[in-house]
């Protein structure tokens, strides 16, 4: 059964920790794997793309890496700031036509 | 841009009673989803029209409907609601069927069904 599973559910920091959020995936065959941030009553935005042949991919703040041997993703947050507190979810797609899979999101709760 | 805009943002309703959540998006994509986000759930999908003209199912269809009214607008009724409809529901839109092509969403309607 193709499934997303994250880690940790949720997780407090202080500002200007640096933190990290796991994804595996069982999804096959695989096709890409997207992080969405969503702060609290707003829709999920997508932070960055990972495509199978890429292993690394920085935006900003935010560094995405991706093992498509082991499946698994993370999300690398630096220098955190009240801004980064949102759920975080990890999207998986599976060959065209298929559907996307959704993580449960990890929230995260950045305190000053 | 306005990108994808969601009608109400907040409904209470009783039981039984029917309402309908309406989505248009502006970017003239031709996918459109609608999601309904619950507690320890994540995400799920209700329905999805590929393109105009066309809607399918997805992982919870039971006790809503969708019609496609034309490309840039994407309803969702709810004939009789029950509580165990009360959820946040999202539409969201992107260009094509491809998972590379982002989703866009809503800001989402917070719906409670007493």
């Known amino acids: 059964k193709n499934q997303v599973e994250q880690s940790p559910q949720s997780l407090i920091i202080l500002e200007g920790k640096n933190c990290t959020l796991q994804c595996n995936y069982t999804v096959s065959p695989f096709s890409n794997l997207r992080w969405y941030k969503q702060d609290t009553g707003r829709g999920p935005v997508s932070l960055t793309i990972?495509?199978?042949?890429?292993n690394t991919k920085s935006n900003g703040r935010y560094t995405a890496t991706l093992d498509a041997d082991t499946k698994q993703s993370s999300l690398h947050i630096t220098a955190s700031q009240l801004s980064d507190s949102a759920s975080y979810i990890c999207v998986v797609s599976g060959q065209a036509g298929t559907a996307l899979i959704f993580g449960k999101g990890t929230t995260l709760s950045v305190s000053s | 841009n306005a990108g994808v805009t969601q009608t109400p943002k907040f409904q209470v309703l009783k039981t039984g009673q029917s309402m309908t959540l309406q989505c248009a998006q502006d970017?003239?994509?031709?996918?459109m989803y609608w999601y309904r986000q619950d507690p320890g759930m994540g995400l799920r999908l209700i329905y999805y029209s590929a393109s105009e003209g066309t809607t399918d199912k997805g992982e919870v269809p039971n006790g809503y409907n969708v019609s496609r009214l034309n490309k840039r607008e994407f309803s969702l009724r709810l004939e009789s609601a029950a509580p165990s409809q009360t959820s946040v529901y999202f539409c969201?839109?992107?260009?094509?069927?491809?998972?590379?092509?982002?989703?866009?969403f809503g800001a989402g309607s917070r719906l409670t069904v007493l």
């Open positions: 969201a839109s992107r260009s094509g069927g491809s998972g590379a092509n982002v989703l866009t």
């Open positions: 990972m495509t199978f042949s890429e």
């Open positions: 970017m003239n994509h031709n996918s």
